[in-house]
């Protein structure tokens, strides 16, 4: 069954854009009607993506754009570094791309954060647009204007805010998508709920078989419901001043574990999946949540494929990993909490509290 089209809109006043998720959309010129046009596309893709929705998306662009030009990357997260980055301005330069020039991310978060940070730098700013192709990208990464590259000592730690144009979610491009990547996903769906949405969590845990089966109408109301939260906490704070920390929830542990493996060991949803089990874990010990509101978290993770033992880096190694958080606040490390079913917040948690949390959640 198709699913029907919804906007939700980041208002951010004259930066305010819209989302537009539903089926038959990538490919259809109409989608970017009210895009300015006129210049040159640039579509910003990877080896995996561009040949399957490529020139689909280039055939759109053509009757609004006077140039069409697709630069592939390498795929993978231990390419969101800065030589890849600056392979988009090779090409860009090589293409004779003026400041007219808007680009297109296509691919899942890897391609998004790369190009929103390429678009931010090309020429001192040029606009793009997120078409994102997979269910993490989706329901966060395309979402918000966090951009950035890697660095070895530390994930996103080089980037930019920049609100895209518009953001297109098309859920027939996750008929393609890997198992594995979209149980990656599903870790970023589940954690609107703990932080935001109590009903969201229960329907959660009533339609996760459907998701899992990539029912069409089950993954357009988890996406449209996730924006939703993102565009509510983003047009309120959207440069991390507070409130948005609350979307970081399970991402302390999971940037640890990460970088620690080496990036593109775990997928990043994975990560998030077992540090949401982790700071679920850190949120009863510092006597916030009842001990059965975190099982229920954890069950769901389980029961989403995600993994729920964190691997055995050792207390240290996590506890320096974590310290260069962007959340650490002079250098004390800062943690996502639950603080009541649907709502969470910032706090600092006694070390010996996350020590034990990591001694028991390794394998
Ligand atoms: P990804 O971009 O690496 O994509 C996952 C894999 O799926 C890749 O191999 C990709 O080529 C492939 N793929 C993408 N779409 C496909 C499709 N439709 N069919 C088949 N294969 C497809 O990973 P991701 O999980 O999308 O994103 C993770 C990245 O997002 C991380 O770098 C993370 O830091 C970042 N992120 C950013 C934000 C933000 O707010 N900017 C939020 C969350 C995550
Ligand atoms: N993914 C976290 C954020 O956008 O703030």
């Not at 047009?235 to 990036?263: C, K, P, V, W």
């Not at 998030?272 to 850190?282: E, F, K, R, Y």
């Not at 033992?309 to 962007?326: C, F, N, S, T, W």
């Amino acid at each position: 069954m198709s699913a029907s089209k919804h906007h939700v809109t980041i208002d951010l006043d004259d930066r305010s854009y819209d989302i537009v998720i539903g089926a038959e959309l990538l490919g259809n010129p109409g989608t970017y009607a009210r895009l300015p046009g006129g210049g040159c596309a640039a579509i910003v893709s990877n080896d995996t993506v561009a040949p399957l929705f490529g020139a689909r998306l280039a055939t759109a662009l053509r009757g609004r754009y006077s140039q069409v030009i697709e630069i592939n990357l390498p795929d993978g997260e231990a390419h969101k570094d800065w030589p890849t980055l600056n392979r988009i301005f090779d090409s860009l330069l090589r293409a004779g791309s003026d400041r007219k020039t808007t680009l297109f991310a296509l691919g899942g978060g890897v391609i998004g954060d790369m190009t929103g940070f390429a678009a931010a730098c090309y020429m001192r700013g040029v606009p793009y647009v997120q078409v994102p192709t997979t269910l993490l990208a989706q329901v966060d990464s395309s979402v918000g204007g966090k951009t950035a590259i890697n660095h070895a000592m530390g994930k996103n730690m080089i980037g930019v805010f920049n609100q895209p144009l518009l953001v297109v979610a098309d859920v027939d491009t996750l008929t393609t998508l890997p198992q594995r990547e979209l149980v990656a996903g599903l870790a970023e769906v589940i954690k609107y709920g703990p932080i935001a949405d109590d009903a969201f969590f229960a329907w959660l845990e009533q339609n996760l078989d459907a998701l899992l089966l990539r029912d069409t109408q089950a993954l357009a109301h988890a996406i449209r419901r996730a924006c939703e939260i993102k565009a509510r906490v983003v047009s309120q704070d959207e440069r991390e001043t507070g409130l948005r920390a609350i979307l970081n929830f399970g991402h302390t542990f999971g940037h640890a574990i990460e970088a620690g493996l080496g990036y593109g060991s775990w997928l990043h949803g994975e990560a998030v999946g077992c540090g949401m089990v982790m700071a679920a874990d850190l949120s009863v010990r510092a006597g916030l949540i009842e001990p059965v509101y975190a099982a229920r978290i954890e069950r769901l993770v389980q029961r989403a494929g995600l993994p729920v033992h964190a691997p055995a880096l050792g207390i240290e190694r996590y506890q320096q990993l974590m310290r260069v958080d962007k959340k650490a606040d002079a250098g004390q490390t800062r943690f996502v909490l639950i603080e009541a079913p649907g709502r969470a917040g910032l706090h600092h948690v006694p070390p010996d509290l996350v020590a034990d949390v990591i001694r028991l959640r390794t394998q």
